[in-house]
């Protein structure tokens, strides 16, 4: 009796041990999960980039849509863009966010590297960012025809993540 | 060496001077104390082991003036707190809520305590239950047994 008694801490530490491997392990430290999700993009009125005419959440509805954040000052937006470049050549609507950017500077980009954006809303401040919950660039948003946010990404898009997502943002109405 | 000392002492206090005095001003002592309250108990999304007051992070920075400019709307703490949760969710509090999701969290520690003083009784009641046996009778005739043979060889 005394003996079994003796295991009693091994015991503990392993049940211990097991909860926090399956804990720690299940935690990605690089995204965290959106509170937005199923609900309605935030209001917004913002000029864009191209040519300064302003848009507001209104112009967002009507068919499924991606929001990219992104930025000039954003090595990891570079990497995406040739991606993202390529998904509008499929056919996907994508509109940027220029999050906390310069105007200039990203029209000397998407000059550059090519516009897959249908629109890009100027958000110099970071205020429709923080309505987001962007807490880095680049972010992805799934946005359905109604305006709703249904799914978030953050960091770069890649086919693998694209393949993750995909069936979500075809499955949006 | 007492100065320098006085110097280390409050070298600590130097990094919330960046939200203190020079950016923000408030228009009482309580509002100062409740910015930097709050600032401490927010979390920066970005940079995940630091608090709203000692992250210099870009979107620290612009939660902190969120914070402040709600602060100066005269939002009550709450709900500048919810704001923040709305748009970036319970990451955001040092001081996560008490709700059934959360349970574990905080009655973990209470439970693991009371685990461990019902294994702290179980162990006493046996040790009380255990007689302080001394020596069997057979023992303690091969004691004496023993004695006397050392007795007899140190003759």
Request: net charge negative.
């Amino acid at each position: 009796m005394n003996r079994i008694l003796l295991f009693v801490p091994l015991v503990i530490f392993l049940l211990m041990g097991l909860v926090f491997w399956i804990g720690l392990g299940k935690e990605d430290k690089t995204s965290l999960p959106s509170p937005l999700i199923g609900k309605a993009f935030p209001e917004f009125q913002l000029g864009v980039v191209e040519d300064g005419r302003t848009l507001t959440t209104e112009d967002l509805k009507g068919a499924p849509v991606l929001v990219n954040v992104w930025a000039t000052w954003c090595p990891t937006c570079k990497a995406e863009h040739a991606f993202l470049n390529e998904l509008a050549a499929g056919g996907i609507r994508i509109i940027g966010i220029n999050y906390k950017d310069d105007v200039a500077k990203a029209q000397d980009w998407l000059a550059a590297f090519g516009n897959p954006y249908v629109y890009n809303l100027s958000d110099p401040d970071g205020k429709l960012g923080l309505e987001l919950g962007v807490y880095g660039a680049p972010e992805t948003f799934l946005v359905d025809s109604q305006g709703i946010i249904r799914d978030k990404h953050i960091g770069d898009l890649n086919p693998q993540v694209w393949a993750r997502l995909k069936p979500r943002f075809e499955g949006m109405k | 060496m007492r100065s320098l000392f006085l110097t280390l002492l409050f070298l600590p206090a130097l990094s919330l001077a960046v939200i203190d005095g020079h950016k923000y001003s408030f228009s009482s002592e309580e509002d100062a104390a409740r910015f930097e309250q709050l600032a401490e108990d927010l979390r920066c999304p970005k940079c995940q082991n630091q608090n709203l007051a000692d992250s210099n992070a870009p979107v620290a920075v612009d939660l902190r003036d969120k914070v402040y400019e709600l602060m100066q709307e005269g939002q009550s703490d709450d709900e500048i707190v919810g704001y923040l949760v709305d748009r970036y969710g319970d990451f955001v509090r040092y001081r996560p809520p008490f709700r059934i999701d959360t349970l574990l969290l905080w009655g973990g520690p209470v439970i693991l305590l009371v685990i461990g003083l019902l294994i702290l009784a179980a162990i006493r009641r046996q040790q009380a239950s255990q007689p302080q046996e001394g020596l069997s009778e057979a023992d303690k005739a091969r004691l004496a047994e023993l004695k006397a043979q050392m007795k007899k060889d140190q003759n």
